[in-house]
């Protein structure tokens, strides 16, 4: 006969449990990997060091991030003079995958006699540089395409790993736009779920029974999901000052860290584009505002537009015509010469 359990031995009773859930996060960031394979070669070309979909993705992360890049992309094509090997359009399209990827790309495509006729920009996103010199492929969909050689010229931001392909200057602030983005889709979905633990509601009252409690809990249930945020009521006729409680464990920290990350977000990524608040259209904080957005623009085009034109002049010296020109930028109390 098997052996029972004394009657004295009862069970010891369950204490509070704790507990957390959610998927593990790495401590280490395995992106350092890419410093290793730098540009591997697949097939006829090389790949770029960092996903340019990714990038492609990224430009609509944050509204600083994607205004940042637009502004510089707006000045560079108004000041930009059209020539007939290349439009207003295709110069439009030639900067902005200059600042989003780092790498840009212009097709000589020449007439039957062998001269320049225009000047064509493929998708920097889906161009890539073959094992060849002056061998460039456009893959995309699973389909390549082999430009002729020599007709392609690649204006490349440097890259202190490898000489392929170029690099955008915002890398050092791509987290800052992801989390900028993650924290406006958490508080977005903080308000759409409504069943969030906005609360700990603690109930010490002696004088509440189970039914009481089960009553309240059904209460609290049909008050989350659509048309939550609505008014409970409780009636505890004997019970005592502080045997119900609201404990509030997420509301304000969250407003608190939510405003704090967006802020700290948007001052890493502005410093990374080094474009200015005024410029952006962000309404600043204090009385005094953020100064003369005219000093300001000047300042901006003479630091960071004009470097932006003098490197894209390269194209002339590579199909020997100037091709690309620039007109002088101009605030609104700035008046043309002559």
């Given at each position: 006969m098997l052996d029972q359990p004394h009657p004295s031995a009862a069970a010891a009773p369950r204490g509070i449990e704790a507990?957390?859930?959610?998927?593990?996060?790495?401590?280490?960031?395995?992106?350092e990997l890419l410093d290793y394979i730098e540009c591997y070669r697949l097939g006829?070309?090389?790949?770029?060091?960092?996903?340019?979909?990714?990038?492609?993705?990224?430009?609509?992360?944050?509204?600083?991030h994607s205004s940042a890049i637009y502004v510089k992309r707006n000045i560079l094509a108004e000041t930009f003079r059209p020539h007939r090997m290349l439009s207003r359009a295709e110069f439009s399209r030639f900067s902005l995958d200059y600042l989003?990827?780092?790498?840009?790309?212009?097709?000589?495509?020449?007439?039957i006699g062998g001269r320049p006729l225009r000047l064509v920009a493929p998708l920097a996103k889906y161009t890539r540089r073959?094992?060849?010199?002056?061998?460039y492929f456009f893959v995309h969909g699973g389909t390549e395409?082999?430009?002729?050689?020599?007709?392609?010229?690649?204006l490349a931001e440097p890259d202190v790993h490898q000489e392929?392909?170029?690099l955008p200057e915002y890398l050092s602030a791509l987290q800052?736009?992801?989390l900028n983005e993650s924290a406006t889709l958490f508080r977005r979905r903080y308000y759409i779920n409504g069943s969030h633990a906005g609360y700990i509601l603690y109930v010490s009252d002696p004088a509440q029974d189970a039914t009481d409690i089960d009553g309240l809990r059904t209460a609290l249930r049909n008050a989350k999901g659509p048309g939550n945020f609505r008014n409970l009521f409780l009636y505890s006729p004997n019970g005592k000052k502080d045997g119900v409680q609201v404990i509030p464990i997420s509301e304000v920290?969250?407003?608190?860290?939510?405003?704090?990350?967006?802020d700290a977000t948007r001052d890493d990524i502005l410093a990374a584009h080094r474009v200015p608040p005024q410029l952006l259209g962000i309404v600043p904080k204090n009385t005094g505002g953020f100064g003369n957005m005219e000093a300001a623009a000047r300042v901006f085009v003479r630091n960071e537009i004009n470097p932006l034109q003098s490197r894209m002049l390269e194209l002339n010296d590579w199909i020997g015509a100037e091709v690309i020109a620039f007109d002088p930028y101009l605030v609104p109390t700035d008046q043309p010469a002559g």
């Open positions: 507990f957390t859930f959610g998927e593990p996060t790495p401590v280490l960031d395995r992106r006829k070309w090389y790949e770029p060091p960092i996903s340019f979909d990714g990038l492609g993705k990224a430009l609509r992360a944050s509204p600083h989003v990827f780092g790498n840009a790309y212009l097709e000589r495509q020449d007439n073959g094992l060849k010199p002056d061998q395409h082999e430009f002729t050689p020599g007709r392609i010229f690649h392929i392909y170029g800052s736009a992801l920290a969250a407003k608190d860290e939510f405003l704090g990350i967006k």
